[in-house]
């Protein structure tokens, strides 16, 4: 009998293992269901950043923009202009300038879900210079209360453990929310796994289709002599090989096909399922987009009509995307750095430098100095300026 082996797997005596006895039977009914890429951070990147542009593209778009984001540091008395902190942020280390490392971290975050700053620290004061290191090589190590007491750094079989037990830990993790994880984040990615899949697929099934001459398959129907519709094994493995070399991909598009007396071409035209296939694969693009917090009207995809214009969806991604990570980053950072230099300093973004937002920053500007109720102290607060430096 074809199901013996499950009676037999069921008398199998196992005291250290324990399975489902429907187990076998599952794995035997799901031969055919759909395969899903792995859901690891290194698998994850490379099929939705270095594998698929909507990925790609949307990754660079958030981090080359927060990137950019000029910061500047203050506290409640004054907005310094030139001061260690701000001179360590824009030559974090010797390889990189501060674009170059936070659009590192950045791009981290939205692919991993987890950012790791390292400082290299002197004798005392500010650290040397700041890392960003690869989240896929950096394992939490909880302590006995749950919370972690170091980080472990794994690369080429060698391991790097980083004491974060201290009053200065040199570790700054910043991650995403994730409600059933303690210690790493969710990442953007994870999210949109399932669209990439769906968007790759649709991509090699484009590609298959321009490999055979941009147009379905067809059949070559056999008309014998004898009126048998059955070819002698030589003669099939002859025409398959024709076939193949000289019909077959975008170089031999167009070329007319030579048949044989009792061959017959069928072409097959597209089914329904084939005309929605580019439809399938924009709205994959759009979910995608839809996971990073990116307009797809910014992304060039086509059939989007969320906003009414091209400023209008930049402002929103500007507003409800790149805004709220960066001020989330900068204020672990300030809050991380402050620790080393003991001052009540804040890293934030200089709203008034974002050319997407001058228009709601410019009436913001107006309605604020019209409010004369106000005095320049709470003028200053709400533009989020020092309160310290007003005039009454």
């Given at each position: 009998m074809v199901f013996d082996f499950l009676r037999r797997g069921a008398k199998a005596e196992a005291p250290e293992a324990k399975a489902s006895a429907a187990g076998p039977v599952v794995t035997w009914h799901s031969a055919g269901r759909v395969a899903w890429s792995a859901?690891?951070?290194?698998?994850l990147t490379r099929t939705g950043f270095a594998g698929n542009p909507v990925g790609f593209r949307s990754v660079k778009l958030i981090a080359e923009a927060a990137s950019a984001l000029p910061l500047v540091l203050q506290d409640a008395e004054q907005r310094y202009e030139t001061h260690p902190l701000l001179s360590l942020i824009r030559r974090p280390n010797a390889a990189q300038g501060k674009a170059d490392l936070f659009e590192a971290l950045f791009a981290q975050l939205l692919l991993a879900?987890?950012?790791?700053?390292e400082a290299v620290q002197g004798e005392g004061g500010l650290p040397l210079e700041l890392h960003v290191l690869r989240s896929d090589r950096v394992s939490v190590v909880p302590g006995p209360d749950g919370w972690p007491v170091a980080y472990e750094y794994a690369v080429g079989g060698r391991k790097h453990r980083f004491d974060v037990s201290g009053l200065n830990p040199a570790i700054c993790h910043i991650k995403s929310f994730?409600?059933?994880d303690d210690h790493y984040g969710f990442a953007p990615m994870q999210a949109a796994a399932m669209a990439?899949?769906?968007h790759n697929a649709a991509s090699r099934w484009s590609k298959s289709l321009l490999d055979n001459a941009a147009r379905p398959s067809g059949a070559l129907v056999w008309n014998g002599s004898d009126g048998q519709g059955v070819m002698a094994e030589d003669q099939f493995r002859r025409l398959s090989d024709e076939i193949e070399a000289n019909y077959q991909g975008a170089r031999n598009a167009g070329r007319p096909m030579v048949l044989e007396g009792g061959l017959d071409w069928k072409p097959m035209g597209f089914s329904p399922s084939d005309m929605e296939f580019q439809k399938t694969k924009e709205a994959a693009a759009r979910e995608i987009a839809l996971a990073f917090g990116v307009p797809p009207m910014l992304l060039g995809i086509q059939g989007d009509a969320t906003y009414s214009n091209y400023q209008e969806a930049n402002r929103a991604f500007y507003r409800l995307t790149v805004l709220p990570l960066v001020m989330r980053v900068a204020a672990a950072l300030s809050d991380w750095l402050s620790g080393f230099s003991g001052e009540a300093v804040e890293l934030k973004p200089d709203l008034d430098q974002v050319p997407a937002l001058a228009t709601e920053r410019d009436a913001?500007?107006?309605?604020?100095?019209?409010?004369?109720?106000?005095?320049g102290a709470e003028k200053r607060a709400l533009l989020g300026l020092p309160v310290g430096e007003a005039d009454g």
């Amino acid at each position: 009998m074809v199901f013996d082996f499950l009676r037999r797997g069921a008398k199998a005596e196992a005291p250290e293992a324990k399975a489902s006895a429907a187990g076998p039977v599952v794995t035997w009914h799901s031969a055919g269901r759909v395969a899903w890429s792995a859901r690891d951070t290194a698998s994850l990147t490379r099929t939705g950043f270095a594998g698929n542009p909507v990925g790609f593209r949307s990754v660079k778009l958030i981090a080359e923009a927060a990137s950019a984001l000029p910061l500047v540091l203050q506290d409640a008395e004054q907005r310094y202009e030139t001061h260690p902190l701000l001179s360590l942020i824009r030559r974090p280390n010797a390889a990189q300038g501060k674009a170059d490392l936070f659009e590192a971290l950045f791009a981290q975050l939205l692919l991993a879900g987890n950012a790791y700053v390292e400082a290299v620290q002197g004798e005392g004061g500010l650290p040397l210079e700041l890392h960003v290191l690869r989240s896929d090589r950096v394992s939490v190590v909880p302590g006995p209360d749950g919370w972690p007491v170091a980080y472990e750094y794994a690369v080429g079989g060698r391991k790097h453990r980083f004491d974060v037990s201290g009053l200065n830990p040199a570790i700054c993790h910043i991650k995403s929310f994730h409600p059933q994880d303690d210690h790493y984040g969710f990442a953007p990615m994870q999210a949109a796994a399932m669209a990439v899949d769906v968007h790759n697929a649709a991509s090699r099934w484009s590609k298959s289709l321009l490999d055979n001459a941009a147009r379905p398959s067809g059949a070559l129907v056999w008309n014998g002599s004898d009126g048998q519709g059955v070819m002698a094994e030589d003669q099939f493995r002859r025409l398959s090989d024709e076939i193949e070399a000289n019909y077959q991909g975008a170089r031999n598009a167009g070329r007319p096909m030579v048949l044989e007396g009792g061959l017959d071409w069928k072409p097959m035209g597209f089914s329904p399922s084939d005309m929605e296939f580019q439809k399938t694969k924009e709205a994959a693009a759009r979910e995608i987009a839809l996971a990073f917090g990116v307009p797809p009207m910014l992304l060039g995809i086509q059939g989007d009509a969320t906003y009414s214009n091209y400023q209008e969806a930049n402002r929103a991604f500007y507003r409800l995307t790149v805004l709220p990570l960066v001020m989330r980053v900068a204020a672990a950072l300030s809050d991380w750095l402050s620790g080393f230099s003991g001052e009540a300093v804040e890293l934030k973004p200089d709203l008034d430098q974002v050319p997407a937002l001058a228009t709601e920053r410019d009436a913001q500007w107006a309605r604020v100095n019209n409010a004369d109720f106000l005095s320049g102290a709470e003028k200053r607060a709400l533009l989020g300026l020092p309160v310290g430096e007003a005039d009454g």
